[in-house]
């Protein structure tokens, strides 16, 4: 589904990015991880289209993306979720929500009121993902882990196909961990999930795949037993194989 | 269009590049520095010619003029800045707001003590002769503000590169928190910058004076609109950007008026459109976070 | 309050509106508050339009009146040089000389933001005024354009006092309704989602720079066609129309009525125009600083009630509810 192929990114004289490849396949669960400044949020960002490379390609399904920009690649089926969380603060949650489920449709319709089925969409997401009760309330009045769920809603209300996920248990107590962490589980297996995370015990529950980055380039890249056992990884990391949360 | 007279458009277009210097200057610098688009600086730079014209009726002389107005002008630029923009500090939008207002008041309060007629100013004794030049007489006027224009935009430069107060105004224009984060008193540097622009922009209201008279409207016609031409062409906030902007705008628009006459601000809207299509910063510019 | 009252308090509102000049009548005879009534509306239109791209797109436009004038410039000069003065011709002319222009306009300055969007659409606008002020050949120049014909519509001829002002405030309940059902659509609904989180609505798959476009547009024709009724209620186009002053007369208005409401722009013109109109009777001859008093006051909004005053009505509401 995802390839991508000698992707290069610098900033300046940073290079963030150094000849990165992958290839995720259809329905698989891909966690990348690394320490701090490996080039993971980048690598999400040019997956994106919010990035340009300066080297490289990306394609999905076979079609070269890498010059498309973030719009188009969402209309082709790409849905990402940011690492900080961007949402539209005046908003209701339903109509974060309704926003993204009206976007197939396109916004030109003047004149009618957002069909009721939009806001019906807007609630069985919601209560998928553990939001029912709270779909009137403004996202300033949401709470942080409540605000991540709704991003998760929003994403998944675009029907992707493939599911870009930038730490999304970051800053959460044990608890809400777990229930964002059931959610991606129990999500359509149809679905390709790229996801960067921190926490190695989320990856363990959700990886089938894993690849690792350090200063920008892979450095392995196998099941999450392997890498786990990967010395490499190991020195990588400290010698700690459990995230500093 | 004989030879002559293409040199002497040529020097027209060079003096109003000159006039556009001196104006566009003070706005670039407010810019640069506080990120702040400073919508009274037309009304600034109207304010020091209706100045002038009072000093030269009180005292008879141009340039007591020349010093009084932009020294009028710094102290309200000293008084408005923590008045109206110190409060609204990074609220950048509303502060362009509140100097929109001030205009407002600043331009019909000179409507209500001037009188709204038409006036004018003439070039001081000494300066309001002609000199034989290629092809005919040239005023001399214009060879002044030429060569005052010049002479204003290597002092800047020098005081710029080379200076302890440019070295501060260099920092600022880079990140003014962390200016303040070093100890350096931010009100202050922000109030000054504020009122040298304010200076600027009444400096170039009098030097402009006797060559496009003193008038209602003068502070939208030529003042702002010129002014904001020159910086979107050349770039915000950059002293260069300010030099290249009127080199430009100057001489396009005097050949402009001459060969297309009724429409030459066509010309004009073809040149700003052209740098917008290419480099939407404007030629020198940098790009802004602008929200 | 149930819906079908308010309903129908609005239909009889509008009613009211639209009938003003004949039931004031008998204390009116001067027509002094039907034509200040009037002009009002028509800076309530304007000011309705900027405020679709002003407070629910979050561009902050200082050359709307460009728009304005076109469409002014444009309803007066089809009249005249197609023999004319047939409103659908007329207004169709203006309407489509705005939306031309605001495209094209609109082409250029659309993908920038906040401060550098304000500063272009004002350097632009500019221009064209200045275009406007010197094409003598067309617009009449510095002189401006007068003659424009009367609005005919079949037979009715629309220049009496009463019927221009009933054409002004019909064309007003139209673009307040538009305005109305737009903020309620998925269209405004994608506009404010623009506003709050550009990059959040590309990423999920909305054209954010065709949607800004089109709202430029829209806003512009709407400008258009208000230009037209005030070209037609003085019989007169100035350059000043296409000004910069006139840009933020509108901006002042929007902004000091509450910005993204749609009481805003309507209280806001109320504001203005009584600023404008009726202060100077109050104060001496000599003293015309109306303008002057326009800018303390919006001075003060933006320092102390930034949301205007829908906003301060909304909040006092509120608090006295809570009470």
Do not use: C
Request: charged residues 15%; aromatic residues 6%.
């Amino acid at each position: 589904m995802i390839e991508v192929r000698e992707l290069r990114r610098a900033f300046g004289g940073v290079v963030a990015l150094d000849g990165v490849s992958l290839n995720v396949p259809d329905g698989e669960r891909r966690a990348v991880i690394g320490p701090n400044g490996a080039g993971k949020t980048t690598l999400i960002n040019v997956l994106a289209g919010e990035i340009s490379p300066t080297g490289g390609a990306v394609r999905l399904a076979g079609r070269d993306i890498t010059r498309l920009h973030s719009w188009q690649r969402a209309r082709l089926g790409l849905a990402h979720v940011y690492q900080r969380t961007e949402l539209f603060s005046p908003l209701s949650a339903r109509d974060n929500v309704a926003l993204a489920v009206a976007a197939r449709r396109g916004p030109y319709r003047l004149f009618r009121a957002p069909p009721r089925s939009e806001y019906a969409q807007s609630d069985a997401m919601l209560e998928r993902v553990g939001l029912a009760g709270r779909e009137d309330v403004v996202v300033r009045a949401l709470s942080h882990g409540e605000r991540r769920q709704l991003e998760l809603a929003v994403a998944l209300a675009q029907s992707p196909r493939v599911l870009l996920l930038d730490e999304p248990t970051a800053g959460m107590s044990p608890v809400e961990t777990a229930r964002i962490t059931e959610l991606v589980a129990g999500l359509d297996r149809a679905l390709t999930i790229v996801i960067v995370e921190h926490d190695m015990d989320v990856v363990f529950r959700l990886a089938d795949r894993v690849t690792v980055l350090h200063e920008g380039r892979v450095i392995a890249d196998g099941t999450a037993a392997d890498v786990r056992g990967d010395v490499r990884v190991h020195d990588v990391y400290l010698g700690k194989a459990v995230t500093v949360a | 269009m004989s030879l002559e007279l293409v040199f002497q458009q040529a020097l027209n277009g060079l003096s109003f590049g000159a006039l556009l210097f001196i104006l566009a200057s003070g706005l670039s610098l407010v810019f640069g520095m506080m990120d702040v688009v400073n919508l009274a600086h037309g009304a600034f730079y109207m304010l020091g010619a209706y100045v002038a014209l009072s000093v030269v009726q009180l005292t008879g002389s141009f340039w007591l003029a020349m010093l009084a107005a932009p020294l009028a002008l710094a102290l309200l630029g000293l008084v408005l800045e923590p008045l109206l923009l110190r409060r609204l500090r990074g609220r950048h939008l509303d502060q362009v707001l509140v100097t929109i207002g001030a205009s407002l008041v600043i331009v019909d309060i000179i409507g209500q003590l001037w009188g709204r007629e038409v006036r004018s100013l003439s070039a001081p004794p000494g300066l309001d002769g002609s000199v034989a030049l290629i092809g005919g007489v040239y005023p001399v006027y214009r060879l002044f503000v030429i060569a005052f224009g010049v002479a204003l935009a290597v002092a800047m430069s020098v005081v710029y590169r080379r200076t302890k107060i440019g070295m501060l105004i260099r920092a600022g224009v880079e990140d003014a928190e962390m200016l303040g984060a070093l100890g350096v008193n931010t009100n202050r540097l922000f109030a000054s910058t504020f009122a040298t622009g304010a200076a600027l922009a009444g400096l170039a209201g009098v030097i402009a004076a006797p060559v496009f008279g003193v008038q209602p409207g003068m502070d939208t016609d030529p003042g702002l609109l010129y002014s904001l031409v020159v910086v979107v062409v050349g770039g915000l906030g950059t002293l260069s950007g300010a030099v290249a902007g009127s080199l430009l705008v100057g001489p396009a628009d005097t050949f402009g008026k001459v060969l297309f006459q009724d429409v030459a601000l066509a010309v004009i809207f073809a040149i700003v459109a052209l740098v917008l299509l290419l480099k939407p910063t404007g030629l020198l510019g940098r790009i802004r976070v602008t929200r | 309050m149930r819906p079908l009252v308010r309903w129908a308090l609005v239909a009889a509102a509008a009613v009211a509106l639209v009938t003003f000049p004949y039931w004031s009548a008998p204390w009116e005879s001067t027509r002094f508050a039907t034509t200040l009534l009037r002009d009002a509306l028509v800076l309530a239109i304007f000011a309705l339009s900027l405020d679709l791209l002003v407070g629910r797109a979050g561009m902050p436009s200082l050359g709307h009146a460009a728009f304005f004038g076109a469409g002014a410039y444009a309803a007066g000069i089809a009249g005249q040089r197609l023999a004319t003065d047939q409103l659908p011709v007329t207004l169709g002319a203006a309407a489509l000389v705005a939306a031309l222009l605001a495209l094209v306009i609109g082409v250029l300055v659309v993908r920038s933001e906040g401060i550098f969007f304000l500063m272009l659409t004002l350097a632009l606008a500019q221009i064209v005024f200045a275009i406007a002020f010197q094409w003598t050949a067309v617009t009449g120049g510095s002189n401006g354009l007068s003659g424009v014909g009367r609005p005919m519509l079949a037979t009715v001829d629309f220049s009496s006092p009463d019927l221009m002002y009933v054409l002004v405030a019909i064309t007003f309940v139209a673009a307040a309704l538009l305005v109305w059902g737009l903020a309620r659509s998925p269209y405004g609904r994608a506009l404010i989602g623009v506003r709050e989180n550009e990059r959040r609505m590309r990423a999920l798959g909305y054209d954010t720079a065709r949607l800004r476009l089109s709202a430029f547009v829209l806003a512009g024709t709407i400008a258009g066609i208000a230009g037209a009724l005030s070209a037609y209620s003085t019989r007169f186009v100035s350059a000043q129309d296409a000004g910069l002053g006139n840009s933020v007369r509108a901006f002042v208005t929007v902004l000091v009525g509450g910005a993204g409401t749609l009481g805003g722009p309507i209280a806001g013109s109320a504001l203005v125009s009584l600023i404008e109109r009726v202060v100077p009777s109050l104060l001496p001859v000599e003293l015309r600083i109306s303008e002057a008093i326009l800018g303390l006051v919006f001075i003060a909004f933006v320092l102390f009630a930034r949301q205007g005053m829908v906003g301060l009505g909304r909040q006092t509401w509120l608090r006295v509810r809570s009470r």
